[in-house]
T-cell receptor, first 114, second 116 residues
Framework: NSKVIQTPRYLVKGQGQKAKMRCIPE?????VFWYQQNKNNEFKFLIN????????QIDMTEKRFSAECPSNSPCSLEIQSSEAGDSALYLC????????????FGPGTRLLVL | AQRVTQVQPTGSSQWGEEVTLDCSYE???????IFWYRQLFSGEMVFLIY??????QNQRSGRYSVVFQKSFKSISLVISASQPEDSGTYFC?????????????FGTGTTVSVSP
């Protein structure tokens, strides 16, 4: 069973509303990734952190998405103004170190924007 | 550019049969890894096995093994003695070297149904 915890499992928002989801990485894993999986099983990398520092993020993330991984608190991903196209499964993964270490995934937060 | 392709969108099997799932990829890197995950119907992604590019030996883990054809940039996941619990969507993912953690590049998956 996954040791990465994601909450909530389901999230329903209206267009323009904020949507926030959280992730607790596996204990001892300093690297955290966020991915978006759409209904066609296409994955989009959004952002990743090492401890509290952002390593990489895509342009979309810089504009409407915000994310953080504060010390001693869950990581979070927030969509400032949800759009219908944001409806997807948001997956959080953590790994022991950078490079090519195995990423372990949480169960995901399924977002529906009405 | 990196790309991962899984051309079989679906597959089926009977209990006890061997299942083979195919994946091809594009990369210009010499060192890379190919990971296989199974996504449960709940959405959870479960890590199964990975193959490092520098290792010529096909990796095995329990009932999972891979057939790695590096020169063809192709890799297959083999599930021996399949069980109904193996049902789900199987994703192949490419990982290239990058200090700090490179995002995985996923294929679009193969959904497998194993009948009792």
């Amino acid at each position: 069973n996954s040791k990465v915890i994601q909450t909530p499992r389901y999230l329903v928002k209206g267009q323009g509303q904020k949507a926030k989801m959280r992730c607790i990485p596996e204990k001892g894993h300093p690297v955290v990734f966020w991915y978006q999986q759409n209904k066609n099983n296409e994955f989009k990398f959004l952002i990743n952190f090492q401890n509290q520092e952002v390593l990489q993020q895509i342009d979309m993330t810089e504009k409407r998405f915000s994310a953080e991984c504060p010390s001693n608190s869950p990581c979070s991903l927030e969509i400032q103004s949800s759009e219908a196209g944001d409806s997807a499964l948001y997956l959080c993964a953590s790994s022991l170190s950078g490079g090519q270490d195995t990423q372990y995934f949480g169960p995901g937060t399924r977002l529906l924007v009405l | 550019a990196q790309r991962v392709t899984q051309v079989q969108p679906t597959g089926s099997s009977q209990w006890g049969e061997e299942v083979t799932l195919d994946c091809s990829y594009e990369t210009s890197e010499y060192f890379y890894r190919i990971f296989w995950y199974r996504q449960l119907f709940s959405g959870e992604m479960v890590f199964l096995i990975y193959q490092p590019s520098f290792d010529t030996q096909n990796q095995r883990s329990g009932r999972y093994s891979v057939v790695f054809q590096k020169s063809f940039k192709s890799i297959s996941l083999v599930i021996s003695a399949s069980q109904p619990e193996d049902s789900g969507t199987y994703f192949c993912a490419l990982s290239e070297p990058y200090q700090g953690g490179r995002a995985l590049i996923f294929g679009t998956g193969t959904t497998v149904s194993v009948s009792p």
